[in-house]
């Protein structure tokens, strides 16, 4: 084997940008070219958008405005801006954002003060433009390098407004397929009853949560009882059964980020379910016949969530953060109080529930013994076959 040379200048350090633009898909997952509702396109417009949400979140501005034209997305808030000094830094320096500061954002998404440095970096147009105390600070960059800033005097509403345009050389041939913005921008409003988003001058607004995204993704005429509906603090859950589809159904959040491939939040809601059905029923129902045919979806709210990527697609966290307690026992024992409490005061519902799953019991039952009846059989002709072939 040939003797390599490994010397000091083998040894390289990357700045941010650099090591963002090199290895993207540790910060946005695939790279796609749009055709893919979790491509890398509709992950930058994500980690922009999350920034407003958390200002909504924390009572600053009811209004996001985005735009989005031959590739080039705007995205306008009505919070409280960005700190006029910061606006640079937190753009282009990693580990710099006002979510390391609780009592700025409580409880955002991006904890990490990666999400527009990644943007940035992954843009070859890219600009941010602060309004608050009377004044207007931009900055402009090209690839993560600082181009341009101004400062001046300002009448314009306070807020945060973000221009960019995925770089070419990165993202190839891709395009923005307003579907997949759709379906995202629907979910922020689920999430956040009250908020309007305006996308390319179509309004998106809920209020009534989680609710209106099970009516809006099902044929309500296939919901078994009218939607159960519960809110905490930190906890919002709605679920229905399905008339005719076998099987579960599950929307998840975690502080306005859908989880998509579900987490801790998610097995806990589960269990929950299964846990307070026999309770209630006082019967060891199978959890399989009480989760049968479900439609369901839960959020939650927690202090710096741990996510198992930075795409955040499922949670890691077992800690709700503060003084609560696990995410586990915080769900189990907030859908073991409100859902009990539900079946009582609506005992058409727990009626229905009931037979919901006595029938799932007998169906699976039923099957098993289609299945024993067949194995049986399959056993009897191998040994009838065997002898045959022993003659």
């Known amino acids: 084997m040939a003797n390599t040379k490994y010397t000091e200048d083998n040894i390289r350090s990357l700045d941010w940008k650099e090591h963002i633009r090199m290895r993207p898909g540790m910060y946005i997952g695939k790279l796609g070219d749009g055709s893919s509702a979790d491509d890398g396109i509709y992950i930058l ?18 209004t996001i405005e985005i735009n989005i034209k ?24 990693m580990n710099t954002g006002g979510k390391y500061d609780s009592r700025a954002c409580k409880k955002s998404v991006g904890l990490n003060g990666v999400g527009t440095k990644a943007v940035n970096a992954l843009s070859h147009f890219f600009k941010v433009e602060s309004v608050r105390d009377g004044q207007h600070k931009s900055a402009e960059f090209n690839a993560g390098n600082l181009v341009d800033e101004e400062l001046e005097d300002s009448t314009k509403r306070r807020g945060t407004k973000v221009t960019f345009v995925p770089d070419e050389s990165i993202f190839k041939k891709f395009k923005y ?94 269990e929950a379910l299964v846990k307070t059905i026999r309770s209630f029923y006082d019967k060891n129902y199978d959890a399989s016949d009480i989760r049968k045919s479900i439609i369901s979806a839960i959020a939650i709210k927690v202090m710096e969530p741990v996510f198992e990527s930075q795409t955040k697609t499922k949670l890691g966290s077992t800690d709700m953060g503060g003084d609560l307690p696990t995410v586990r026992t915080y769900i189990n024992d907030f859908i073991g109080k409100y859902l009990d409490n ?22 699976r039952k039923e099957l098993s013994g289609i299945r024993k009846l067949a194995r049986d059989r399959a056993k009897k002709a191998s040994l009838h076959n065997k002898k045959l072939r022993n003659c």
């Not at 031959?70 to 320096?93: F, M, T």
């Not at 539900?342 to 169906?363: F, R, T």
């Open 45 to 62: 417009l994500k980690e922009v958008i999350d920034n407003c949400i958390d200002e909504f979140v924390m009572g600053a501005g009811k």
């Open 342 to 363: 539900y079946l009582h005061k609506n005992p058409e519902v727990a009626e229905a529930i009931q037979k919901k799953i006595v029938q799932a019991e007998k169906e």
């Open 70 to 93: 031959d590739n080039e997305v705007r995205v306008r808030d009505y919070g409280r801006g960005i700190p006029l000094g910061k606006v640079v830094d937190v753009v282009s320096k």
């Open 177 to 270: 397929r307003n579907e997949y913005v759709e379906r995202m921008l629907k979910n922020y409003v689920y999430l956040n009853p009250g908020l309007t988003i305006v996308f390319n001058g179509e309004k998106f607004h809920s209020e009534n949560g989680l609710k209106d995204l099970l009516e809006d993704n099902n044929n309500q005429e296939d919901f078994l009882y009218p939607i159960i509906h519960l809110k905490g603090d930190d906890i919002e859950v709605a679920l229905t059964h399905s008339k005719t589809q076998y099987s579960e159904e599950y929307h998840s959040f975690v502080n306005g980020q859908n989880t998509t491939q579900g987490g801790t939040h998610q097995a806990a809601f589960r």
